[in-house]
């Protein structure tokens, strides 16, 4: 079992910058891949980024990419995403999610991970 907690999330105007932070507890050690989702009202649960256990190898949604890092803090078992160059169509809640299998090879869907934190919210207005 793994246990996420997210923080981070708040109100910020277009073209600011926020962190989430996502900590993992519990088995981490079976963690093989961690990622960032959201999901808008109405609106499906989209990939965000997502980061290989090594902490090395990431990749991004093409609406995010240039603007959000996602990093890895292999001390504290920690995940972070940081925000630059917001734009209202950022506005959703933010899930932290972790998953088992294949270290090697990235995961974009959500139906991949096992473990989701509880949510949270980013509002950017105009």
């Known amino acids: 079992q793994v246990q996420l907690v997210e923080s981070g999330g708040g109100l910020v105007q277009a073209g600011g910058s926020l962190r989430l932070s996502c900590a993992a507890s519990g088995r981490t050690f079976t963690v093989s891949g961690m990622a960032w989702f959201r999901q808008a009202p109405g609106k499906e649960r989209e990939f965000v980024a997502t980061v290989l256990w090594s902490g090395v190898n990431t990749y991004y949604q093409d609406s995010v990419k240039g603007r959000f890092t996602i990093s890895r803090a292999a001390a504290k078992n920690t995940v972070y995403l940081q925000m630059n160059s917001l734009k209202p169509e950022d506005t959703a809640i933010y899930y932290c999610?972790?998953?088992?299998?294949?270290?090697?090879?990235?995961?974009?869907?959500?139906?991949?991970?096992?473990?989701w934190g509880q949510g949270t919210q980013v509002t950017v207005s105009s």
């Open positions: 999610a972790a998953r088992p299998g294949d270290s090697r090879t990235f995961r974009i869907s959500a139906t991949a991970y096992d473990y």
